[in-house]
Nanobody, 125 residues
Framework: QVRLDESGGRVVPPGGSLQLSCVAS????????MSWFRRRTPGAARELVA?????????YYGDSAQGRAFISRDNDKNTVTLQMSNLKPEDTGDYYC?????????????????WGQGTRVTVSS
């Protein structure tokens, strides 16, 4: 089992930036990739913001985050960080950290085995 604890969600003005952090604990060595998904409204599908492989550090960004997001990892601290800039009201939502064990895929919701509880980001003036 892997536990994921997110932090950093807050109210941000349009054009602002923020940093979300996710700390993993438990069976860390089983993780292939970690990612950030978001759900903009209750009941909406989760969409990928960014993903990173744990060992190689390869990254993938969702279309909505291209050019505005940066994902990084610190394996010594078992932490994945998402930095987002030039935030827009449509970036508002619940952001979830996820960890997946399979190397067959790492950009779909179904590729991930463990999820955090989510952290709320609100972009509003």
């Amino acid at each position: 089992q892997v536990r994921l604890d997110e932090s950093g969600g807050r109210v941000v003005p349009p054009g602002g930036s923020l940093q979300l952090s996710c700390v993993a604990s438990g069976d860390i060595d089983t993780i292939y990739a970690m990612s950030w998904f978001r759900r903009r409204t209750p009941g909406a599908a989760r969409e990928l913001v960014a993903a990173i492989t744990r060992r190689g550090g390869s990254t993938y960004y969702g279309d909505s985050a291209q050019g505005r997001a940066f994902i990084s990892r610190d394996n010594d601290k078992n932490t994945v960080t998402l930095q987002m800039s030039n935030l827009k009201p449509e970036d508002t939502g619940d952001y979830y950290c996820a960890a997946g064990r399979s190397n067959f895929g790492w950009i779909q919701v179904n590729d991930y085995d463990f999820w955090g509880q989510g952290t709320r980001v609100t972009v509003s003036s």
